[in-house]
């Protein structure tokens, strides 16, 4: 979930992830979190993940400077780590823009950043039908899925789309997971692939077909195609 906290919406979409007991990543804009700190305290308490996006989330935020970058993300990895506790290494670029500049401010901050391979476009607010049927093509394992917590009935639109992705099979999990699990899954793949006394045997494993997972937030990169074929189900939100 992206541009919160909001005061009126973030506490719906919280009360649907309670009750589905599915766990979430929001990546928040840190001029919302003043006055929102009870907000941010009960996303962490409910076992959910907060990444950093931005101070500012301006418009012009990808002309900054080096220097005004890193002053604007530092300033929101402060303000969210002051309230919640935690330290913030998760980072998602403000409308998903990417520069050499910011390359090299997330690098020297040593972010880890997460974009997404499904956008779901639900801040052109399209029916929930269009966004369902966009999902559904391009539902893979491995899947992250971009969504605003900040927009009308959004606490509404997760649930159809929760209801749809456990439809089709698929378990929604926590990011840390997801990135630990896919990492795991790729040394095996390239370690057997070097391997010469396994050059002849299949790349990729097959897994029985009902194990599948989801979570919510992609990992940087978007790793080794055929991990959309049937060893490895699983998305995060």
Known sequence: FDDGPDPIQTPKVLKVLREKHIPACFFCIGNKIKGNEELLRQIIKEGHHIGNHSFSHSGYFPLYTFKRMCHDLITCQQELEKVTGQPVQWFRPPFGVTNPTLAQAVRRLGYFPIGWNIRTLDTQQPTPEKIIKRIKKRLVPGSILLLH?????????????????????????????????????????????????????????????????ITSSYVKYKILPPLHSTHYQQLAV
């Open 149 to 213: 917590d900040r927009m009308p009935d959004s606490d509404r639109l997760l649930v159809q789309v929760l209801d749809f992705i456990e439809k089709e099979g698929y378990t929604v999990v926590a990011l840390d997971r997801l990135i630990k699990d896919m990492t795991k899954l790729i040394s095996s793949i390239f370690s057997t692939a070097t391997s010469p006394s396994t050059r002849n045997e299949p790349r990729f494993p097959l897994h029985d077909q009902t194990d599948k997972k």
